[in-house]
């Protein structure tokens, strides 16, 4: 599955999402990120609530944090909440030279943590998505 395949599922897809935990198991080549994300339809009243997901990212190809921006305030103490989105040579330059080593079906996309003014860049053989708290007949 790619991002842009997992993005369109859902109405917000990753936007205004809330990262919980991340894990990269370098051994076995799968990194995990426990979410909070908004995954019911538009027009649902209940639109606005945040629930539980699991993205497993396995075979990665790599899992790239940026540091905080150094010129950019934020509380310590505040959730860290990116937005995921396709990723970009122009956000990342080195992703234009990893492209063409990477299949097509690999799943690439980058997380722009406001919190941070900066990214997460990840790429994975295989994503793998699941609700943790969401009702299992509306995932």
């Given amino acids: 599955m790619t991002f842009e395949e997992l993005d369109a599922r859902y109405d917000n897809g990753f936007v205004d999402a809330v990262l919980l935990s991340a894990t990269v198991d370098y051994e076995h080549r799968v ?3 426990q979410l909070s994300l908004r995954g019911n339809p ?5 639109h606005d609530v945040y629930d539980k997901a699991t993205l ?6 790599y899992f ?6 150094p010129d950019f305030s934020y509380p310590m103490w505040a959730k ?3 937005d995921g989105h396709p990723e970009d040579p122009s ?3 080195l992703f234009e030279r990893l492209k ?3 299949p097509i079906s690999a799943f690439c996309c980058r997380f722009f943590v406001h919190n941070w003014n900066s990214f997460i860049h990840v790429a994975a053989g295989e994503a793998e998505f699941s609700w943790v708290t969401k009702d299992a007949e509306n995932a």
């Fill in 31 to 33: 990194a995990t990120l």
């Fill in 42 to 46: 538009a027009d649902s009243t209940d």
């Fill in 56 to 61: 497993t990212l396995r075979s990665f190809y």
């Fill in 64 to 69: 790239s944090m940026e540091s905080p921006d």
């Fill in 80 to 82: 860290i909440v990116p």
């Fill in 91 to 93: 956000k990342f330059p």
């Fill in 100 to 102: 063409p080593t990477l």
